[in-house]
Every structure is written in C-alpha cells, then in structure tokens.
C-alpha cells in the first residue's frame, strides 16, 4: 500500500487516465459521463470538499484533453458529487 501512495505513482494516476480515454476513444460527453459517474462512487466516501479536492485534481487533465470547458467540467462534478451522499440510502 506504501507504494501505491508513493508521490511518483500518485503523479501517474492522470497520466494512466489519459491513457485509457485515447485507447478507448472517448469523445467529450463520454467523458463527460465518466467524470459524473465517479464523483457521486466517491461521495458515498468522502465529505463534499475532500471529494472535490482530490477528484477534481486526478479528472481535470483529463477533461482538458477533451477540450471540455472547465465550467461544464466544475459543474458535472459538483451537481454530480450532490448525489453521492444520498445515493447509498436509495440502494439499501
């Protein structure tokens, strides 16, 4: 687990996401849907500001290599991210 955390392989994690949305071809609104589809699994763990902090920072690179706009890119996220919380009391 140390090394999963280790500060070079934590810089890669973007990188990786890159790589992946060039091999599958996703456009901008599939993309798009990846993005909003990971902020609300992460809010079922985390408080709203952490989720942001460290999804958006992991996602961003990958939402410019789309030329999506970074208003669109916020507003996924945190319209998204609103659902995470709730979310696990509607699957029980």
Known sequence: ??????EGSVRRIPNALLAGVGWWGMGIT???FFIAAWFPVVGWFLDAI??????ATLLEPLARAVNMDPVHFAMAGIISLAFGPVA???LK
């Open 50 to 55: 952490a989720a942001i902090s460290i999804v």
């Open 1 to 6: 687990m140390p090394a999963l955390l280790a």
């Open 88 to 90: 696990p009391e509607f």
């Open 30 to 32: 599939a993309t798009g």
